[in-house]
């Protein structure tokens, strides 16, 4: 399973998202409390996107409330492949349940040790919901896209991209 994410970088990964959650106690809509509270958001959506011109394998971890609620391993073509390549965009299939709570997205591109963590609290705004988009770059960075209160959401309703 070379495509798997090992023990190790999970570990590693959660101890990202704790450091970077450390301190934020009062900030957000939970008030730090870490049962996420009625006015926490959702995570509604997460679509992932390659811009690259080549290949990339994305693993990805979304925990709520310290709790892991995800995890994969998302293999993107480049963004203008062929016919037998992958698709350069995906939604991930959304394997947590409609409760608030205090996201954390950790995501990671193949052969490096570091990634990127987005802390839902930490954006700017307060909607109901977020929709997520995480497009690698010609470089190998990420852009984070959000959309607040997406269409389709359980919890409220809009459209608002930023």
Same mark, same amino acid.
């Given at each position: 399973?070379?495509?798997?994410?090992?023990?190790? %970088?999970?570990?590693? %990964?959660?101890?990202?998202?704790?450091?970077?959650?450390?301190?934020?106690?009062?900030?957000?809509?939970?008030?730090? $409390?870490? !049962?996420?509270? $009625?006015?926490?958001?959702?995570?509604?959506?997460?679509?992932?996107?390659?811009?690259?011109? &080549?290949?990339?394998?994305?693993?990805?971890?979304?925990?709520? !409330?310290?709790?892991?609620?995800?995890?994969?391993? &998302?293999?993107?073509?480049? &963004?203008?492949?062929?016919?037998?390549?992958?698709?350069?965009?995906?939604?991930?299939?959304?394997?947590?349940?409609?409760?608030?709570?205090?996201?954390?997205?950790? %995501?990671?591109? $193949?052969?490096?040790?570091?990634?990127?963590?987005?802390?839902?609290?930490?954006?700017?705004?307060?909607?109901?919901?977020?929709?997520?988009?995480?497009?690698?770059?010609?470089?190998? !960075?990420?852009?984070?896209?959000?959309?607040? !209160?997406?269409?389709?959401?359980?919890?409220?309703?809009?459209?608002?991209?930023?």
């Amino acid at each position: 399973m070379g495509d798997s994410i090992s023990r190790r %970088a999970i570990l590693a %990964a959660s101890a990202a998202g704790a450091s970077a959650l450390a301190g934020c106690g009062g900030q957000g809509g939970n008030g730090g $409390d870490g !049962d996420g509270g $009625d006015d926490a958001p959702l995570l509604s959506t997460l679509r992932l996107s390659n811009s690259a011109d &080549q290949a990339v394998t994305i693993h990805l971890v979304v925990e709520r !409330d310290g709790e892991f609620v995800h995890w994969s391993t &998302q293999r993107l073509g480049p &963004q203008n492949g062929g016919a037998d390549a992958a698709p350069a965009e995906t939604t991930v299939e959304r394997t947590w349940s409609d409760e608030t709570g205090a996201f954390t997205i950790n %995501a990671r591109l $193949d052969q490096r040790s570091e990634g990127l963590t987005v802390n839902l609290s930490e954006l700017s705004g307060n909607p109901s919901c977020w929709g997520i988009e995480l497009e690698v770059t010609q470089n190998g !960075d990420f852009n984070v896209w959000t959309t607040e !209160d997406p269409e389709g959401c359980p919890v409220g309703g809009g459209g608002n991209e930023s």
